[in-house]
């Protein structure tokens, strides 16, 4: 019926006069867009399929191909725009929730991009970090401020909390094995250990392979404890509780059963095959003594040597959600904003559910000192952090470290399509098919991701140095360093800025 | 208009300087003039000050509480407040001299106080504690007065103007203490009055400082989880805090505590034998943010002693010198030779350096 039919998002531009009918882009495309007919002699396309991932575009030996917008439009109106009336048709037919991935792409405010970094000259001068020495470690655990003495008189430091010590401030962020590859996985275990720093397993368990790089493994716990055994609590450097996800607040992950492979249901202890949908809420916490009691539950287990990291998505009263967390033992919390990307998510949760991380971090951070107790835990920020500039803002702002993964997928090939729940990444990322999985080199992918992390760091070094600063210990916090560019009197005293100019 | 101190955040270059006397012998304060006055240059007329130790031999036991006020009215007020919490012993205007180039000056009083024993024991405060918070209390909620010197057996005096000035309007030289600093500001703007000027004091521990540090918001939001206000916004009062929280509170050493806010790189830590490693490990990390950084060269002075530090990478010029029982420390060479011509071991210690000259046996049983 004509109305179920729904018009190509995206335009594919063929230059005939370059097209050499290599069919080049035919196999590439794992979502079937182009096909060669041998009666015409050319190659045709199903446009409505393409998902715009660039894939053909990159490999095409001619340059013949270039995707857009599809130019064709419904009448145009700012109410309903084409999307809303697509997605509408789109349930109509089919009764079902619609799903997407990735970050949230509506045109919220993105509140790094409205905020200006300070530089010093004259009466305080620069740091040139080619010259002076700069510093960007990080310890994260808590920081317990009473000094008892040994009878020698020398600092007895036997009751220090656990610590995770990063070179770089820099983590790569959970994402599962099932929701992104083999590949994928080995590439960030490869780099975070070439780092040294940490990347993070996701829900999704650890595979066999990957014990190997434990001493920069994160290992998630999530409300469906897919994969979670002794030994995967004793494979990580420390354990992270999943409480919430940015993208999708208030629900549990969501691994479409396409994405069940024979490894992946091995790994997840699930049956191949079958959706793996996390519940809403973990079915032993209803309540924050419940989290303190599974924060314990899972020091006791790891014998009190790993710090423990709570995770939770960015929601309009996360500073007293993370005052609790702060006094339930947690040595580190997590806070995921809205914007932070997702393998698999219901369309209207990511796009409406959640508040951005910056203003959550500011409020968070302020909370904590307020209660006196910023000091009992340490603040990962999340969700969306996109460049290095961003996360200098987030430092100021007050985090301790940050938490990445669309930038590090993008280093590794992401061409951010937003189809990962479609399970057939051209770029061998977010799919376990293994023709297309092994698209994605790790041996090549890693050195990217390390590449991506160092040329950020040197960046967050050099306005370090311009800010006069040549430690981020010094930078943590320090948001006399940042001014705000058209915002509001609330917007700024949430953030705890003053205006440019001022 | 012109924001008051506190309302903005002004940065200033400056001089410092300071000595003691080992031996316990009383200096007057006409040395610490002669000495700051020679770096004139470093200053602009818009604060200078000096504090003290060993000023108040027939009070050593008891608080002398330096306050400026605004009006008479705000003294009334104060002096409530202070008959409540304290038994004043002795009271009176500080003496001063007219001096042309300073004006505007507010009321200067001086009390000696002693703690009520059953406000203390009320307070369930130890005695420190409970002299800070009224101190904090008072410039806090008092409109017009402010505590500018809360130690025992010392004293700060401070105004707007160039430092030999406002030595010479204190009369300086009639007082005589075992060690002095001195300091002359270099504000970039125009604070116009006289709490904004240096030494920040708070109990015996006072700060003459030279720099700008650029760690200053991540160290107030730090230090101001403790139970400080930071009111002034100026580093000199922030690192006046952070020293009162680690050394009185936290009981670190002045060594352990130069660890902490001037700390070595983390490559210089890691080249230590494993104890020191550990040991500076766990004093960088457990109080991460109060690590300053920025250009700052500082005197503490404190009960008993004096303590120069820089910022570890040295951003600042200071030196020091000793002579016989002297000990010497300045930001410039001549402030030490004006005074002490033949002064040796002329030395400009090393970023992160803490050099520390403390009365020795015979200075502590005459002064303290
Ligand atoms: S890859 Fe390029 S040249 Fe080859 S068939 Fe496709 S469009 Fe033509
Ligand atoms: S991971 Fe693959 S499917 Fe997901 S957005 Fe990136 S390119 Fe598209």
């Not at chain 1, 510093?135 to 655990?141: I, M, N, Q, R």
């Not at chain 1, 729940?421 to 041996?443: E, S, Y």
Request: with cysteine; hydrophobic share 40%.
């Amino acid at each position: 019926m004509s109305v179920n039919y729904i018009p190509a998002t995206f335009a594919v531009l063929r230059d005939t006069d370059r097209c050499i009918k290599c069919r080049a882009c035919e196999r590439q495309c794992s979502n079937e867009v182009h096909y060669y007919d041998a009666d015409f002699d050319k190659m045709f396309v199903h446009e409505e399929q393409c998902v715009d991932c660039q894939r053909c575009v990159t490999i095409c030996p001619t340059n013949a191909l270039k995707i857009t917008e599809n130019p064709n439009s419904f009448r145009k109106a700012s109410n309903y725009s084409q999307q809303l009336i697509l997605e509408n048709y789109r349930q109509a037919a089919t009764g079902a929730v619609l799903l997407s991935s990735m970050g949230n792409p509506q045109d919220f405010p993105v509140y790094w991009d409205k905020m200006l970094i300070n530089a010093s000259q004259v009466t305080n001068p620069s740091i040139d970090p080619l010259r002076e020495p700069m510093e960007t470690k990080v310890f994260l655990g808590k920081k317990h401020t009473h000094i008892t003495r040994n009878p020698d008189g020398t600092i007895d430091m036997s009751e220090q909390s656990p610590q995770l010590e990063l070179k770089y401030p820099i983590m790569f962020s959970a994402m599962s094995y099932g929701s992104i590859s083999y590949n994928a996985h080995e590439s960030l275990a490869r780099a975070a250990t070439e780092l040294g720093t940490f990347y993070n397993t996701g829900e999704g368990g650890l595979h066999q392979d990957f014990y190997q790089y434990k001493t920069n493994t994160i290992v998630q716990v999530a409300s469906g404890r897919f994969g979670v055994s002794k030994d995967y609590l004793d494979a990580g450097a420390a354990i992270e509780i999943k409480m919430g996800q940015g993208a999708k607040p208030g629900i549990g992950g969501h691994l479409p059963g396409k994405k069940v492979s024979d490894d992946v249901s091995k790994t997840r202890m699930i049956p191949k095959g079958t959706d793996a949908i996390s519940p809403a809420p973990h079915h032993d916490i209803y309540s924050i003594e419940d989290l303190r009691q599974l924060i314990f539950s899972l020091k006791e287990a790891t014998d009190y040597k790993k710090p423990v990291i709570v995770k939770i998505a960015a929601v309009h009263n996360v500073a007293a959600i993370a005052s609790g967390i702060a006094r339930s033992g947690a040595d580190i919390l997590v806070i995921d904003g809205f914007r932070g990307g997702t393998g698999a998510a219901p369309t209207r949760i990511r796009d409406n559910v959640g508040i951005p991380i910056e203003l959550a971090l500011a409020s968070v951070d302020q909370r904590l000192r307020d209660e006196q107790i910023r000091n009992e835990i340490s603040i990962v920020a999340a969700g969306s952090i996109r460049s290095s500039s961003d996360a200098v803002k987030a430092f100021a702002l007050g985090a301790d470290a940050l938490y990445i993964a669309t930038p590090a997928l993008l280093a590794i090939g992401c061409h951010l399509c937003r189809s990962c729940h479609g399970a057939k990444c051209n770029w061998g990322i977010a799919t376990q098919r293994p023709d297309l999985v092994k698209r994605l080199n790790p041996d090549i992918a890693y050195k990217r991701l390390v590449n991506l992390v160092r040329a950020w760091d040197h960046e967050i070094k050099e306005m370090m140095g311009g800010m006069g600063i040549n430690s981020l210990e010094a930078l943590k916090g320090n948001r006399l360093m940042l001014r705000g560019i058209g915002l509001s009197d609330k917007e700024l005293q949430i953030l705890g800025i003053m205006h440019a100019g001022e | 208009m012109l924001q008051k101190e506190g309302a903005v955040r002004i940065p200033s270059g400056c001089a410092i300087t300071g000595f003691i006397s080992r031996d316990g012998r009383r200096i007057t304060g006409a040395d610490a003039i002669k000495s700051i006055a020679v770096m004139h240059d470093r200053s602009n007329g818009l604060g200078g000050g000096f504090a003290g130790y060993g000023i108040y031999p027939e009070y050593k036991e008891l608080y002398a509480f330096h306050l400026f006020f605004n009006n008479n009215s705000a003294r009334e007020e104060t002096e409530r407040f202070l008959n409540e919490h304290f038994d004043i012993v002795n009271l009176s205007r500080i003496p001063t001299r007219q001096v042309k180039s300073i004006t505007n000056e507010p009321l200067i009083w001086r009390y000696f106080v002693n703690p009520l024993p059953t406000r203390l024991a009320a307070s369930q405060l130890d005695e420190t504690e409970f002299v800070t918070k009224c101190v904090i209390n008072i410039n806090t909620t008092i409109n017009g007065a402010y505590v500018f010197s809360s130690g025992k057996n010392m004293g700060v005096f401070k105004a707007v103007g160039f430092p030999e000035d406002v030595g010479k309007f204190y009369r300086l030289d009639d007082y005589a203490g075992y060690s002095w600093t001195a300091h002359g500001r270099y504000p970039t703007n125009t604070p116009g009055w006289w709490g904004g000027a240096h030494p920040f004091a708070l109990l015996d521990y006072t700060i003459v400082h030279n720099g700008e540090i650029s760690s200053y918001d991540a160290n107030r939001r730090y230090i101001e989880m403790f139970g400080y206000k930071c009111t002034l916004l100026t580093d000199t009062e922030v690192i006046t805090y952070i020293f009162d929280f680690l050394h009185r509170r936290r009981n670190l050493s002045l060594t352990e505590i130069a660890d902490v806010i001037a700390s070595p790189f983390w490559t210089t830590i890691d080249a230590k034998p494993t104890a020191e490693r550990e040991r500076l490990y766990y004093l960088r990390n457990t109080f991460a943010s109060l690590l300053i950084t920025g250009p700052f060269s500082i005197i503490l002075g404190y009960s008993g002693g004096l303590m120069a530090l820089n910022d570890r990478l040295k951003l600042r010029s200071m030196v020091t010198a000793e002579k016989d029982d002297m000990f010497f420390i300045a930001s410039e060479e001549c402030a030490i030779r004006e005074i002490c011509p033949d002064a040796t071991g002329i030395r400009a210690p090393r970023g992160g350096e803490a050099v520390i000259a403390e009365l020795n046996e015979e200075g502590r049983r005459k002064c303290l």
